[in-house]
């Protein structure tokens, strides 16, 4: 059974902190997003990786950062996290081709920020 | 910028009835359309994908139905059950590595 997993399902930081979101997955896929989701604006992209040590930006990237380091993991990065960045944030994962857009999801991390 | 959009955030049917989810894309160029469903506590879970040369497509008491000419997307649910109450999200991929823009979702909820 195909697997995301997510480090932590909820996380209280306050503003300023430097917070680590990490995901893994174990389909040994190449492609890794990283959304974040707020009621009313559905699912918006923040960075990918569709390889190690690769990123694009996303929709969304202003404030976050990404690390791609080994194949299965995918980390979001908050420098200095701030009330606004209070969200839902979603891994997901897919292949490179073929059905690449059927992304696997993890649990999703709810991260408020005070 | 273009975006997919939805038409209703919620939806509230008799359970066994027929649900009928609607959404409306604005890019042309789109390759697939995908449709997810999001159950409390979860991530989003593929549901049926339809290509953009394709007009229907059938599932598991799910069918999408895809109408060009008006930029509209359907997602039809058979004898909708309990377990179908969920947020309901279409999806259209942009590009070459599976990038998807997400609606809003749509929000169903099946009495008993």
């Known amino acids: 059974d195909v697997k995301v997993t997510q480090s932590s399902r909820y996380l209280v930081k306050r503003t300023g902190e430097k917070v680590f979101l990490e995901c893994v997955q174990d389909m040994d896929h190449e492609n890794m997003f990283w959304y974040r989701q707020d009621p009313g604006l559905g699912l918006r992209l923040i960075y990918f990786s569709y390889d190690v040590k690769m990123k694009e930006k996303g929709d969304i990237p202003e404030g976050y950062s990404v690390s791609r380091e080994k194949k299965e993991r995918f980390s979001l990065i908050l420098e200095s996290a701030s009330t606004n960045q209070t969200s839902m944030y979603l891994c997901?994962?897919?292949?490179?081709?073929?059905?690449?857009?059927?992304?696997?999801f993890g649990p999703g991390t709810r991260l408020t920020v005070t | 910028g273009e975006s997919v959009g939805l038409h209703l955030p919620t939806l509230s049917v008799q359970e066994g009835d027929n649900s009928i989810i609607n959404c409306a894309y604005s890019n042309s160029a789109s390759d697939y359309f995908i449709w997810y469903k999001q159950e409390s506590g979860k991530g989003p879970q593929f549901i049926i994908d339809?290509?953009?040369?394709?007009d229907k497509r059938q599932g598991q008491r799910v069918t999408v139905l895809l109408n060009k000419t008006v930029k509209h997307l359907s997602l039809q649910i058979a004898a909708t059950q309990p377990g179908d109450s969920a947020v309901y999200f279409c999806a259209e991929n942009m590009g070459s590595q599976g990038n998807l823009i997400f609606g809003k979702g749509t929000k169903l909820s099946v009495k008993p």
């Open positions: 997901a994962s897919s292949l490179p081709q073929g059905r690449m857009y059927e992304q696997y």
């Open positions: 339809i290509r953009s040369n394709m």
